[in-house]
């Protein structure tokens, strides 16, 4: 979406599917933090993580334009329905990270901080 802002005048991007992006970083120091306590022992089962709070790929889009300086790009609303896929992809796709923060005490920084630290490392500025 970086370069998409950057190059085109105009995106459609859907609004109609939500989830929550997550920062690898976020998660590789989530993945850190679990083993240097060695609290995983005794927890095994299936934990998600995800960054915290919701938003459409639309949403995320316009952030991502804002946080590193697009102004250019006509970032326009569109449902699913305007891009046939043969795969067909939930509307609601938030992950609950109540077990993985109830059983290790994992802090999940919310998408948008996240993301503004992303975009800071990408443009060299972090």
């Not at 370069?3 to 105009?10: G, S």
């Not at 005794?42 to 790929?57: D, L, Q």
């Not at 923060?101 to 992303?118: A, E, H, R």
């Amino acid at each position: 979406m970086l370069n998409l802002t950057a190059t085109k005048p105009q995106l459609k991007v859907v609004v109609d599917q939500v989830g929550t992006p997550t920062y690898a970083f976020d998660l590789a120091k989530a993945i850190v933090e679990i083993l240097s306590q060695r609290k995983y022992v005794g927890n095994t089962g299936i934990y998600h993580y995800s960054n915290e709070g919701v938003c459409s790929w639309y949403d995320f889009t316009k952030m991502i334009a804002e946080y590193s300086g697009q102004k250019s790009c006509d970032i326009q609303p569109c449902h699913s329905s305007e891009f046939p896929s043969p795969v067909t992809r939930p509307l609601y796709s938030v992950l609950d990270k109540s077990k993985i923060k109830n059983t290790f005490g994992v802090q999940i920084p919310y998408w948008t901080d996240s993301l503004k630290i992303c975009i800071n490392h990408l443009k060299g500025l972090e």
